[in-house]
């Protein structure tokens, strides 16, 4: 038989060719398939581009490699300016960024007290809240005629600045008329003194009509020698004396030295002249700070100065039996313990806490006056009640404003 076989050396070249066609046509066979799972792999940097390879062995021994290449972008975080509104940014106008507009140069949004002025919108901008210094809590130009005041600046800013009374001048340098000024201004004030013994009340610029209203306006003001003005009509003002330490203060009452002598229905007549009437104690307290008056020399009596400081002053008291006859004899007179008799205005009346022998009388005439007597310490130490011509009569008494009881 005929030896068909080529010697190695003539067949070499035949091999290498096969083997290439063989290569060629395995790659076109893969790719054009789907890429082997495990063939990709992504990375998280910029621009980073990875390569995986898998190498395959023929039958015949032979080994081809495949590469498969995947290509992965990722975006940094997002910066002010860029015209994203990114986490952490309000806002983000890209080149529209600047501290005097809508979106500040830091992305945040301008607002009234942020300390940036927003231009067309704000006038100012000082970073906080408070209303009284140059610029308001509104970031407006605090300016004299807006009506908040510019403390340091102005003295007075009403939004009006006309000048008138309890207003500011033009310029919120000046306050116009007011209470306290002690300047009299005839249209809206009766007074201004800020010396309160002249019973002109502060902050109302009204005369006080009693040394309670005095005391409740003043709550320092101090025992003493006062003027006010009555509240009945035609009365001009005069001076009174104010007991301000018995219960609490503002006891009203003058000593009066009038001849001929009064009862005690006369008298209130003479006291009704001032806008008052007959003292009337209301509490051991009170009837014992009108005794230290009457004794001592301090406010010299209205119509005669002759007799000053007598005990006498409290001769005869505003107060009288209801009824004509027996009235509480052996009672003791106030007007818990004595119902049948009244003080002149219908209030609280006490003259003693004990009762005297006999005393009230048992035949009283309605509305006719007692007489009393006090020892040193100014409590009663005798009382009389009878029918004589309408009771017992004094050239010497006290009148007073009962509003306090």
């Known amino acids: 038989m005929k030896d068909l076989s080529m010697p190695m050396n003539s067949r070499l070249p035949l091999l290498l060719a096969s083997a290439a066609l063989a290569s060629l046509s395995l790659g076109g066979c893969l790719s054009a398939g789907p890429v082997p799972e495990g063939n ?21 021994g032979t080994s081809t490699t495949m590469t498969s290449t995947s290509t992965t972008m990722t975006t940094s975080a997002g910066v002010c300016g860029d015209g994203n509104v990114d986490a952490g940014e309000e806002c983000d106008d890209g080149a529209g960024n600047s501290d005097d507009a809508a979106c500040t140069s830091s992305c945040m949004n301008n607002v009234c007290g942020d300390g940036l002025v927003l231009g067309g919108v704000e006038e100012c901008d000082d970073g906080n809240e408070v209303n009284t210094d140059n610029c308001t809590a509104e970031c407006k130009d605090n300016v004299c005629g807006d009506g908040i005041l510019n403390e340091g600046v102005e003295i007075c800013d009403d939004g009006v600045n006309d000048g008138s009374y309890g207003g500011c001048m033009a310029n919120c340098a000046q306050l116009g008329p007011y209470c306290g000024d002690t300047f009299v201004d005839a249209d809206n004030e009766e007074c201004d003194d800020p010396d309160f013994h002249s019973g002109c009340l502060p902050e109302q610029c009204v005369m006080a009509t009693s040394c309670l209203e005095i005391k409740n306006a003043v709550a320092e003001a101090d025992t003493g020698i006062y003027t006010i003005a ?7 003002p005069l001076q009174v004396w104010c007991d301000m330490e018995a219960d609490g203060g503002g006891y009203t009452m003058v000593k009066v030295n009038h001849y001929p002598g009064r009862n005690a229905a006369e008298a209130e007549a003479v006291c009704d002249k001032y806008g008052m009437t007959l003292f009337v104690p209301r509490t051991e307290a009170h009837l014992v700070g009108a005794f230290n008056f009457a004794v001592n020399e301090n406010l010299a009596p209205l119509e005669f100065q002759d007799v000053t400081a007598i005990d006498e002053f409290l001769l005869i008291m505003g107060i009288y039996p209801k009824v004509t006859g027996e009235t509480c004899p052996g009672a003791a007179l106030n007007s818990v313990d004595c119902e049948a008799f009244e003080a002149n205005d219908g209030g609280p009346f006490w003259a003693s806490n004990a009762p005297f022998e006999g005393q009230p009388s048992t035949s009283n005439c ?8 006090f020892d040193e310490n100014g409590a009663v130490n005798y009382m009389t009640f009878y029918a004589i ?3 017992g009569e004094s050239e010497t008494f006290m009148c007073h404003i009962g509003d306090k009881q």
Do not use: I, N, R
């Open 230 to 236: 009555p509240a009945k009509e035609g009365v001009a």
């Open 389 to 391: 011509k309408g009771g």
């Open 366 to 373: 309605e509305g006719c006056s007692g007489l009393y007597g």
């Open 40 to 60: 990709e792999s992504e990375t998280s940097s910029d621009s980073d581009t990875t390569t995986s390879g898998e190498t395959t062995t023929t039958t015949d």
